[in-house]
């Protein structure tokens, strides 16, 4: 998936404008980046369009994952996007879900499988085949 089919799939599934969509996907990328491993975070960015590289580079001394919750993860996006919580989780579901149709299957089940249960709602959208927007929180 190039880069402009991904920003417009994550705009679509949010309902708005291509700005706000670079935006939430940064947000959300740049988080998920945090909570995985260094090696984790690599194999996931080559898959993705090269500008998203960018969001999910690591920085120095970060190849241990931080250890934070589903909520943590929510009110990071949210900080970093500008967002109410409701907005970032549906946000986060919007840029999984394209997450998972711009990878391979075998690289998305990788980072399903590092986070815990609590993210189950965040992720589950994103297992669902056929699913092409996100519900609201």
Known sequence: MDYDTF?????????T?????????HATLA???ERLTGGDVLD?????????RLALRPGPGT??????GAAEFVA????R???????????????LVTVREAVSGGEF???????????????EPALTPGVTVSRRA
């Open 7 to 15: 920003v417009d799939q994550v705009a679509r599934r949010v309902r």
């Open 17 to 25: 404008g291509p700005d706000r969509a670079v935006m939430v996907t």
């Open 31 to 33: 988080t998920l980046a």
């Open 44 to 52: 996931l960015a080559t898959q993705l369009p090269v500008p998203l």
């Open 63 to 68: 190849e241990a994952a931080e250890r934070f």
């Open 76 to 79: 990071r996006v949210a900080e």
């Open 81 to 95: 996007g500008d967002l109410t919580e409701p907005a970032a989780r549906e946000a986060v579901r919007a840029v």
């Open 109 to 123: 089940d990788d980072l399903v499988t590092r986070l815990p249960r609590d993210y189950r709602d965040l992720v």
